[in-house]
């Protein structure tokens, strides 16, 4: 096997698509080695084949690997509702302080660092919410959504009208989750859609409001990054019907410092840590979906909270509880904990003119790129995020395509009210050069030909990929190398 450059760069000239393939370690040098294990014999193996490779060999196999991959770290990654911000490596370093490690199933006493920091976080979400009440359990936004509707169940069954309220609104232009999280809490998912301004429209609402009606989730500014201006409409349709209204905070980066959800009257809502305050995305691991309530949801939040002991003489302020009806537990403990040392730690950092700097740039961005761009983007004022048309280009194919400009492209095809939705969402962290270097990505792409962009892309690691049949049917490279 070669280990030469077009291996593992992104070289135009490599001949074929394993021309770009890095070998598993196990695939490279190995030896048997024998086990001695106090293990049961029928748990262990007599020998084991293991690589047996220097340092150098390995600190380059991932290397290689690492140079293979595209993320935050590498460049612009404009995908649209995901908010890829790029995550401080402070964070990384506050969460590698030793109290960060320590086990909660340790005493309150003993966990008053740890418990002082989690009240400390639920306190600076609810503010930057709006909200009366935080839980930090849930492991992701789509978890924050699940746990956020079995939290208004909750309460509408305390109110006698749980199996009446069997049906959850959501917008034509949500997140898939949304339908996916109100369908798994077993409701009828009504989706109403967009008025001709993308917005949410009013008489549609009013006629799929009513006593069935036990949630409606909406996003806003939503994924067209419109602001929905008449939230405060909307929020008294839902209301007046008696049911709830659910914020799904994926778009929160926003409005932060700006406005709040709680005073635009929604109930519930999650906050997407890995999009607002930077820390790693979890790609359905490792995230952090927080949900934060109103007052009269509160005694429903998953268990346990944290709060701050009423009179306590001693030095043991804060404890964990138990609300009153709680729905239970959605995550292990008190959820990913080191996700939320860094949220804590980036909120912390930047404080009230950080994040309301970093929502007014994140703005600035989009729009001085949409700005910039040939592309027709249809629907305005947008905000964060902007989609753009792909026109007669197929955007599938546009995306493909920027990979072999360097850049990450944006997500495609949704919201589907555009045709060849191109939604892009720079955040703020991107300069002007970076924004530049998008712009030229997009404005080379659009002067292209259909066979060209089919084509695509021809300068990555790996071509093109059936991105179903990878999703469904997981096959890792160790069973291949088995079943050889
Ligand atoms: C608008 C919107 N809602 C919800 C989610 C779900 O969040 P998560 O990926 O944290 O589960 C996303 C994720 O991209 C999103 O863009």
């Known amino acids: ?105 340790r005493s309150d006493e003993s966990l008053q660092g740890t418990l002082g920091l989690m009240a ?130 994926a778009n929160l980066n926003a409005l932060l410092g700006r ?43 998953p268990a346990p909270r944290v709060r701050e002991r009423e009179a306590s003489g001693d030095d043991a302020r804060y404890e964990r509880f138990e609300p009153e009806h709680t729905i239970g537990k959605v995550h292990g403990f008190e959820g990913n904990w080191l996700v939320l040392v860094k949220t804590y730690a980036y909120i912390a950092r930047l404080g009230d003119e950080g994040l309301d700097d970093a929502s007014a740039k994140a703005v600035l961005n989009a729009n001085y790129l949409a700005s910039q761009i040939d592309y027709d983007v249809p629907f305005e004022p947008f905000h964060h995020e902007f989609v753009a048309s792909a026109g007669d280009q197929d955007a599938a194919d546009v995306a493909k395509r920027m990979l072999d400009y360097g850049v990450h492209p944006p997500t495609t095809k949704w919201p589907e009210i555009v045709s060849e939705a191109l939604m892009t969402e720079p955040t703020e962290i991107e300069s002007k050069e970076t924004l530049d270097q998008l712009a030229d990505a997009f404005d080379a792409v659009a002067g292209e030909d259909d066979e060209t962009l089919e084509a695509a892309p021809e300068r990555t690691t790996a071509r093109r990929i059936d991105q179903t049949d990878a999703a469904r049917n997981l096959r890792l490279s160790w069973q291949a190398i088995d079943e050889e």
């Open 120 to 249: 400390g976080l639920q306190d600076y979400l609810a503010r930057i919410g709006g909200m009366d009440a935080v839980s930090l359990q849930p492991p992701a936004g789509a978890a924050g959504e699940f746990t956020g509707i079995l939290v208004a169940k909750a309460f509408h069954e305390q109110n006698g009208e749980g199996e009446q309220r069997d049906e959850i609104i959501v917008p034509d232009s949500a997140h898939g989750t949304n339908f996916a999280s109100a369908a798994l809490a077993g409701y009828d998912v009504v989706e109403l859609p967009s008025g001709e301004d993308g917005r949410v429209d009013l008489e549609a609402l009013e006629a799929a409001a009513g006593d069935r009606t036990a949630l409606f989730m909406l996003t806003n500014p939503n994924t067209l990054g419109l602001f929905e201006r008449d939230i405060e409409e909307i929020a008294d349709i839902v209301h007046d019907a008696g049911g709830l209204l659910y914020y799904d905070g």
């Open 1 to 105: 096997m070669r280990y030469d450059q077009a291996r593992w760069t992104h070289d135009a000239d490599a001949e074929s698509d394993d021309d770009r393939y890095e070998p598993l370690l196990a695939e490279k040098n190995t030896e048997e080695v024998a086990v001695d294990s106090p293990l049961p014999d029928d748990l262990t193996r007599e020998d084991l084949e293991l690589p047996a490779l220097s340092e150098p060999q390995l600190a380059r196999h991932y290397t290689r690997l690492s140079q293979m991959n595209y993320g935050v770290d590498s460049g612009p990654y404009p995908l649209g509702s995901c908010t890829m911000k790029y995550n401080p490596k402070f964070t990384e370093d506050v969460a590698a302080l030793g109290d960060a490690a320590v086990h909660h199933d």
């Open 259 to 301: 406005a709040r959800p709680g005073d635009m009257g929604f109930d519930i809502m999650h906050y997407n840590v890995h999009k607002t305050f930077a820390t790693p995305h979890g790609g359905g691991g490792p995230g952090a979906g927080p949900v934060g309530v109103t007052d009269e949801l509160a005694e429903f939040l």
